[in-house]
């Protein structure tokens, strides 16, 4: 595998370019008698409409908790008044009807490339097979994958094939990507509901159940909530199971409901077969899933986030293998914001509302790195111009300031309040005292990853699987499900 460390050379560069050249840019400004405050107020507004959408979103997931069906309230007067204050805010809960149908049949899409995750391939078959609950029209696992070379781990799956009639192994000879291994298992899947998977996830027992009352109503996918179970393994796995916590419980629940939209992440995401089938997956994107996205909603088709959907996963063990994943994800993210912005805008299937939401998710998370970083640029040159940095009298600069600072850990309060997994309280103090650091770093990766998406370097590195890891911590208990899917109640 790669080394982050020869990325070294780009990181220098493109730094230097986004901060060294504009901190002395901006120094020649101030000794030309130029003042910088509306440039300094314009950063400060940018930082301060990221926080305030920070608010909005936590304050949602806050309270917008459960799906439950329509009742008429009991008790006091003062509980009827509470009832509807809170219909009125849109805090009450989301009221839908209870599903009508039985369950139908379901499968697995299990995306797996064997010699990277042949130590726990096994594990996630069994979990499956001996855990998920089955409609009475029957479960299929179709285990789709690629290796160079024959694996000995290839005849303990034909064993447990054996086994179990309803696992399908599909070996996807020439494939070179988890899009292509999909791709090739779409051909012979039976199930009306399709759930997609990688190799490390383990499904809640429930999860076919939970999915099943929304798109027996009116939606094509349902997301579910991903969280990591080898958090124990480093203060790295911390902070990425606090921070999944806060993506899967917290940003992507309340732009749901919010925006009556939302993005498949990859695996865990529930889709009608007929749909999936349709939009397939472009081996040639870096983010099939957003990319896959794009192009389901395009089409006119909805997709939500249920949280209350809970897999596991595993997230990467170093600090090499985070590296190369999220610059991936942030070159994937930039890819998809310029082959599809303007077709949103075009698009009749958008709402206006929907169309600046995607607006901001595409360009605005994407140029966040870039804008973010201006604001050192502006400081080290009146350090360098002053010797010193006098407190601002400006109350907008300090109100931006405040507000910025205050939205992380006012989000993490949130995430531990709603978060699927009882985590020790160290943990949440631990990722509200370095998230600005964290966001630093994550920021530098993006600029990487920019620099590299803009001289065509986007070859694909495989996040290792497979480490060994300490007992997991169990999520909390979802409510008491029956195996059909009559009167289920969901979180949004």
């Known amino acids: 595998m790669r080394n982050w460390t020869g990325d070294i050379p780009k990181l220098i560069y493109t730094h230097v370019l986004l901060i060294g050249v504009p901190t002395i840019f901006y120094y020649c400004l101030r000794v030309g008698g130029m003042p910088l405050i509306r440039i300094h107020v314009a950063i400060a507004a940018f930082f301060l409409l990221s926080s305030l959408i920070i608010f909005l979103e936590a304050t949602n997931a806050l309270f917008r908790r ?15 008044f509470k009832q509807s204050a809170k219909s009125a805010l849109g805090v009450s809960g989301s009221n839908l009807p209870p599903a009508t149908n039985p369950l139908p049949r379901c499968s697995f899409l299990v995306a797996a490339y064997l010699p990277n995750e042949q130590d726990i391939i096994l594990d996630t078959l069994n979990h499956i097979l001996y855990t998920v609950q089955r409609s009475a029209a029957g479960l299929e696992v179709i285990l789709a994958y690629n290796t160079p070379i024959d694996l000995p781990v290839e005849d303990d799956l034909r064993r447990l094939a054996q086994l179990h009639p309803e696992l399908r192994l599909l070996r996807v000879d020439g494939s070179r990507s988890k899009a292509e291994n999909l791709n090739a298992a779409l051909h012979i899947v039976t199930g009306e509901i399709t759930c997609i998977l990688d190799a490390d996830h383990l499904p809640a027992a429930d999860c076919f159940v939970r999915a099943w009352r929304w798109l027996e109503h009116d939606y094509d996918v349902v997301q579910g909530r991903n969280i990591i179970r080898n958090h124990r393994h480093s203060l790295l796995t911390l902070n990425i199971a606090i921070e999944f916590e806060t993506l899967y419980g917290v940003s992507h629940a309340a732009k749901s409901f919010l925006t009556d939209s939302s993005i498949f992440g990859g695996s865990n995401g529930y889709w009608r077969t007929a749909v999936l ?34 897999t596991t996963e595993l997230a990467p063990a170093d600090f090499n293998s985070f590296w190369f994943q999220r610059k991936r994800w942030a070159q994937g993210w930039l890819e998809v914001s310029f082959k599809y912005q303007r077709r949103v805008w075009k698009s009749n299937n958008f709402t206006l ?11 605005f998370c994407v140029l966040y790195s870039l804008i973010a970083l201006q604001i050192l640029p502006l400081i080290l040159s009146l350090l360098l111009y002053q010797g010193d940095l006098p407190p601002s009298d400006n109350p907008f600069l300090w109100f931006s300031t405040v507000i910025t600072f205050s939205s992380g850990v006012y989000q993490t309060l949130v995430t531990m309040k709603v978060a699927a997994v009882r985590y020790p309280v160290i943990y949440f103090l631990q990722h509200a005292v370095i998230i600005f650091l964290y966001t630093i770093l994550k920021n530098m990766i993006a600029v990487v990853g920019l620099y590299d998406h803009l001289n065509g370097h986007n070859k694909w590195v495989v996040t290792p699987r497979g480490i060994k890891q300490k007992r997991p911590m169990q999520p909390r208990k979802p409510p008491i499900l029956a195996p059909t899917a009559a009167g289920l109640g969901s979180a949004k």
Not at 66 to 80: C, D, H, L, P, Y
Not at 278 to 289: H, K, S, Y
Not at 303 to 309: G, N, T
Not at 353 to 363: A, D, G, S
């Open 353 to 363: 509302w929907q169309k600046v939401y995607w607006t901001y998710l595409l360009y």
């Open 66 to 80: 459960f799906a439950v069906k329509n009742k008429r309230t009991a008790g006091s007067q003062i509980a009827q």
């Open 277 to 310: 089938q349709q939009i397939r997956f472009n081996p040639a994107m870096l983010t099939e899933d957003i990319d896959a996205s794009m192009r389901t909603l395009l089409s006119g088709y909805r997709i939500l986030h249920d949280r209350s959907i809970i």
